[in-house]
């Protein structure tokens, strides 16, 4: 006969409906991977930049004289092999396969690394995708990695609660634009990250306003910013703006992001370099 259920699920050696005990649902990555920080790059939309961002964060940090690794999540729209100029097929032996390394020395796992061409749609649904994304982090061997950037599809759907629940994360970094209605998607960021239990490192800015290569003249093309309003109702460190620029535009076209400027987020990069603080 069962034993009368104390409601103390802390003693219990049962499990029920009513357990109340938080359940760790956070997988590891492959036996011979070495992480020591991941961070994601989120939205509560599509179309505000998170793959630049990404990008942009991964060079940054390996021009701190990291080890940095991109996990393109984005599994039916990745970009990230394109800006850094990566085609080369993964490969693989009997331990398990490994990233494609770019120029710079940064470690890619894309969607896009693994068909036969890099235009073929994913017409998959949503549990097959997180599933892709969970091979991404256990099936691959990421070698002596300091920081790895997960990039995001949009939204608070299936691959970003798969990667919040499945990947042990330092905290992620929120990425907007100077629209009205951008309060509103960063509040569903936010609200997810809370929910998740992860923490917010950070809010980037991009398209914060379009730089004149002729002039150098700074024009918001999408109005007035709202940034240091939406980071102060949110308590949000503001990690960096990033203006519409027809060279760094260019740059990330002609797969040269390694190559390109980047003076944006240098604060965001000297932030993350002190998670272990």
């Known amino acids: 006969m069962a034993e009368e259920c104390n409601h103390d699920c802390s003693s219990c050696g049962t499990t ?35 793959s630049l961002v990404t990008g942009l964060m ?38 398990g396969a490994y990233p494609v390394s ?19 749609p994913v017409v998959w649904r949503g549990p097959i995708i997180s599933g892709v994304v969970k091979q ?8 002596d990695i300091d920081y790895m950037f997960i990039d995001m599809p949009p939204g608070t759907g299936d691959v970003p609660l798969t990667v ?23 509040e569903k960021a936010v609200k997810m990250a809370a929910a998740m239990h992860v923490p917010i490192l950070g809010i980037v800015e991009n398209m914060s306003y379009f730089e004149c290569p002729d002039c150098g003249g700074k024009h918001e093309i999408f109005g007035h910013s709202h940034l240091e309003e939406i980071a102060q109702q949110y308590g949000l460190d503001i990690l960096g703006r990033i203006p519409m620029q027809p060279k760094l535009a260019a740059d990330c ?6 190559a390109t400027e980047n003076i944006y987020l240098q604060d965001a990069a000297e932030k993350l370099l002190k998670i272990d603080d």
């Open 16 to 50: 029920c409906g009513d357990d109340t005990r938080k359940q760790d649902l956070h997988e590891k990555p492959h036996e011979l991977s070495n992480i020591r920080h991941v961070v994601a790059v989120v939205s509560g939309k599509g179309g505000v930049g998170k």
């Open 58 to 95: 991964s060079v940054a940090m390996a021009r701190k004289g990291c080890h940095v690794g991109i996990m393109d999540a984005d599994i039916t729209g990745p970009s990230i092999p394109k800006m850094f100029g990566v085609d080369e097929e993964i490969r693989g032996n009997q331990n």
């Open 102 to 120: 770019t120029a710079g020395g940064i470690d890619i796992v894309s969607m896009n690394l693994l068909l036969d061409n890099n235009t073929d």
């Open 136 to 143: 991404f982090w256990h099936d691959f061997i990421w070698n």
């Open 164 to 186: 919040m629940q499945s990947i042990q994360l330092d905290g992620i970094i929120i990425v907007t634009s100077p629209q009205e209605l951008v309060s509103m998607i960063v």
């Open 253 to 258: 076209d002609a797969g040269q992001i390694e």
